[in-house]
């Protein structure tokens, strides 16, 4: 079954650093783009960064220049290495990815459980 598997979330103290990781399992033919959004409690789930292609790369305001987004095709996964994080930066963050699971089917956007992250001292 395909699947999106978030991985290294938890607890950090403010200016700290994460890495979290998610990993496409299952029969993919394509993987499009991908993406975190991440979501804290009272708003809405919010984009934080996407990757079309290794070097094609968008951040929110919020996190550019602290966040970085990257892929490894060869593993179906997607990485988010996140420094100098704060304590508005707690929520449960996503992975979403969009795949094409057959050749002639359409591309889906599927979305991981979440994992939680933690800012605090």
């Known amino acids: 079954q395909v699947q999106l598997v978030e991985s290294g979330g938890g607890l950090v103290q403010p200016g700290g650093s994460l890495r979290l990781s998610c990993a496409a399992s299952?029969?993919?033919?394509?993987?499009?783009?991908m993406g975190w959004y991440r979501q804290a409690p009272g708003n809405q789930r919010e984009l934080v960064a996407t990757?079309?292609?290794?070097?094609?790369?968008n951040y929110a305001d919020s996190v550019k220049g602290r966040f970085t987004i990257s892929r490894d095709n060869a593993k179906n996964t997607v990485y988010l290495q996140m420094t100098s994080l704060k304590p508005e930066d707690t929520a449960v963050y996503y992975c979403?990815?969009?795949?094409?699971?057959?050749?002639?089917?359409?591309?889906?956007?599927?979305w991981g459980q979440g994992t939680q992250v933690t800012v605090s001292s």
């Open positions: 990757i079309i292609s290794s070097s094609t790369t």
């Open positions: 979403n990815a969009d795949l094409q699971v057959q050749a002639r089917g359409p591309t889906t956007r599927y």
């Open positions: 299952g029969s993919i033919f394509r993987i499009a783009n």
